[in-house]
């Protein structure tokens, strides 16, 4: 494979995990059913596999910590350039042991990045026990394992969103909850409302968790 065929590719790949931003809906159409996108009829998106889809997200993890530990830098950086250490507050930082807590947060964002595809599996992996249990239910027979997947490779498009400064986490959070939304609604051909109270369900077990967690330390101590 030569170097423009590989850039190619890789272009072909991004236009594929973006387009799910643009189509949230009508993207399970294509995928699912094979409806081609009437905007783009000559160039339609690859349908990514899953875990293609989790590697195009590590790649905007990876982007989300470079960005992270510069903001801490450029930050600090133009703190002390602009006040010197007249401000208190930057001299107890530079003098004393509080500048640790920035490179622990430099630290764990590395951390983070580097065990972000291990957490992506592991949550994609309870989001398919849980959406097959939930097809059963429905009766959902035909290609249910695929529109599952089709599902959670779409919503992984939310990723992008991180990258954004301060409100990332939340605007990628909020997407990737309507992205999740809108592949259930498509392939699972679920009501509004039993979509949501199925996204909410993972909510429900970590507060029972807690609940217990908590019970028993008060009964323990």
Not at 123 to 134: K, R
Not at 145 to 151: A, E, F, P, R, S
Not at 155 to 172: C, K, R, T, W, Y
Request: proline residues 4%; hydrophobic residues 55%; contains cysteine.
């Amino acid at each position: 494979m030569n170097l423009n065929q590989w850039v190619k590719d890789i272009k072909e790949l991004f236009f594929s995990y973006l387009t799910t931003i643009v189509y949230p809906f009508r993207i399970h159409d294509y995928l699912s059913y094979n409806i081609m996108l009437p905007e783009a009829p000559q160039h339609q998106p690859k349908k990514l596999t899953l875990y293609q889809a989790i590697g195009l997200s590590w790649f905007f993890e990876v982007l989300r910590g470079f960005l992270r530990i510069f903001l801490i830098y450029l930050t600090f950086t133009g703190l002390f350039a602009f006040y010197g250490q007249d401000w208190p507050f930057l001299r107890e930082i530079s003098e004393g042991p509080s500048l640790s807590w920035h490179y622990f947060v430099i630290f764990f964002t590395i951390v983070q990045v580097i065990l972000f595809p291990v957490y992506k599996i592991f949550i994609t992996e309870f989001w398919i026990l849980l959406l097959t249990w939930v097809g059963g239910l429905l009766e959902i027979t035909e290609d249910m394992n695929q529109k599952i997947l089709n599902t959670l490779t779409a919503a992984e498009s939310a990723h992008v969103l991180s990258i954004v400064p301060i409100f990332g986490d939340l605007m990628q959070g909020l997407y990737r909850f309507f992205l999740l939304f809108a592949g259930l609604r498509k392939n699972l051909q679920a009501s509004s409302l039993l979509c949501v109270i199925i996204l909410l369900i993972p909510s429900f077990i970590l507060v029972m968790i807690a609940s217990t967690l908590f019970l028993l330390f008060f009964m323990l101590f």
